[in-house]
């Protein structure tokens, strides 16, 4: 176990060319095997480790650079139950050394040519190079001077060009909203998304069937992206049958399974078929798939890296190789967000990374506790969020007491109240449990209405998908605005 990060999930890499001087690949075996031993250091070649208090990201097993996971506890990994997770020890670390603030500067995906190469010789080289990099001296002479040239000599190192991370918040540059769902949250309509599942086979008849259900109810349908990485029809097919069926879609993106580049093509075919509502999302990790597992290094980004590419691509014009894109795309951009994953202060942090980002919306994992949920929405009012975008908290109708305790002892962040499972249990057909599980989504989607900064719902009726029309109905909702 290595002192300083939980251990390696995957193996170090290696250069992608042999180095040439015998001299060189001795120096980089050396700091290949120092490294590991400290930080389980992988050598991807774009140290953050000033960033993250000193714990190695790369030692996630899906490699975020970013944050925590939807799926992050505070015993351990979602993916490795042997190991804890990396970002919670990154986190409580950063809090303990008074460096939380840190962890907001969006990091840059890796520099595959620089994977395996050695970087103190790197580091050493910008620090001659710069003229007024830190001083040793200084660091008896000035402490201030010193930390101002510390931080910004690392900052140089771990930002790219081609990236150029910050921790600010950067709001869309456009005037005219990119879709329908748009329009109608700066309308300030209360509004109704909800979630279909794209079929296991290769017709769209029945999505255009449950299109039918509810286009008349709701002002998109989100269709998830291979979610548990179980393949099924893709989010981007999907979403162009919901289209051309008359509703408009949120198109799934995840990170998993996707280079850089099939993220920049997939999103940019999007736009070009009509689909301007993008939800970004890391993605869950191959373990969770039927099998048999994919190679372990599936992830060339996290959803906050999608956000910053997809909205300097949109606002800036180029590609994340600096070509200039001349037909811009139109997109809205949105994340998920985690309400009951790590404590609220952590959350916060990591939905102002993926605001400042690019995300212009979040809908959220199911909420079944409203006080918890309200915990979490004043920790995101502390940091100043809730005026830079639109919250559409996630909405479940449970359907038996077996799914309720199910959700409530299997899936990480779901926490519902033992008043709703003893509701759920004491109905005594499937029916009346049915019941319930509505008449408590109607009672949460009334309160939702009332509390401030609250934008609409996203219902996720897995495969009950028919139950949506009722639920607008009995929450007295009507569709939002038909754009354009
Ligand atoms: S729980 Fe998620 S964020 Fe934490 S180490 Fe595991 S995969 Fe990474």
Not at 70 to 94: F, K, L, M, N, Q
Not at 298 to 327: S, T
Not at 400 to 419: K, L, Q, Y
Request: proline share 7%; hydrophobic share 40%; aromatic share 8%.
């Amino acid at each position: 176990m290595p002192l300083f990060s939980p251990p390696r999930y995957q193996p170090a890499f290696a250069p992608v060319q042999r180095e040439s001087s015998v001299a060189m690949r001795v120096f980089t075996a050396v700091e290949r095997s120092l490294k590991g031993a400290l930080f389980g250091c992988r050598m991807c070649g774009n140290c953050i480790l000033q960033e993250t208090a000193f714990a190695c990201p790369m030692t996630c097993p899906k490699g975020l650079r970013n944050g925590l996971c939807g799926g992050a506890t505070p015993e351990h990994c979602e993916v490795d139950p042997s190991r804890p997770c990396t970002w919670y020890v990154i986190y409580e670390r950063a809090e303990r050394m008074g460096r939380l603030d840190k962890l907001l500067e969006v990091n840059a995906p890796i520099d595959g040519s620089r994977a395996g190469r050695e970087t103190w010789l790197d580091m050493l080289a910008h620090w001659r190079a710069q003229e007024n990099g830190p001083r040793l001296m200084d660091l008896v002479l000035d402490r201030e001077k010193f930390t101002e040239a510390w931080d910004r000599f690392f900052y140089e190192l771990r930002q790219p060009d081609w990236w150029q991370g910050d921790a600010e918040y950067h709001p869309p540059a456009y005037e005219e909203p990119a879709s329908g769902l748009e329009a109608a949250l700066r309308l300030g309509d209360f509004v109704v998304t909800a979630e279909i599942a794209p079929p296991l086979g290769a017709t769209g008849d029945i999505i255009e069937k449950k299109v039918g259900w509810l286009q008349d109810y709701v002002t998109a349908a989100n269709f998830t992206d291979n979610a548990s990485a179980s393949p099924r029809m893709s989010s981007l097919a999907a979403s162009k049958i919901c289209l051309d069926a008359g509703l408009e879609p949120v198109m799934q993106l995840q990170a998993r399974d996707r280079s850089r580049v099939i993220i920049e093509a997939d999103a940019m075919g999007a736009a070009g078929l009509g689909i301007h509502n993008i939800l970004c999302l890391s993605g869950d990790h191959q373990r969770f798939g039927p099998g048999p597992m994919a190679k372990p290094d599936q992830f060339d980004m996290d959803a906050v890296q999608v956000l910053w590419m997809l909205r300097r691509m949109r606002d800036e014009g180029v590609y994340l190789d600096g070509r200039e894109i001349k037909n811009r795309p139109t997109w809205f951009l949105g994340a998920a967000a985690s309400p009951f994953g790590a404590p609220p202060k952590y959350e916060a942090i990591r939905a102002e990374k993926k605001i400042n980002a690019g995300a212009q919306f979040i809908q959220t994992q199911p909420i079944f506790d409203y006080g918890r949920f309200l915990e979490w929405l004043e920790a995101l009012d502390k940091r100043n969020l809730l005026d830079k975008v639109y919250l559409l908290p996630g909405i479940v109708p449970l359907k038996t007491s077996r799914a309720a305790h199910f959700m409530a002892e299997n899936v990480p962040g779901v926490v519902i109240p033992d008043e709703l499972l003893q509701r759920m249990d004491a109905a005594e057909s499937s029916e009346a449990q049915q019941e319930v599980g509505i008449a408590y989504a109607l009672e949460l989607i009334e309160r939702l209405q009332k509390t401030p900064k609250i934008n609409g719902v996203h219902i996720m009726a897995v495969h009950w998908e028919a139950i949506v029309p009722r639920l607008v109905e009995g929450a007295g909702l009507s569709k939002s605005v038909i754009y354009p």
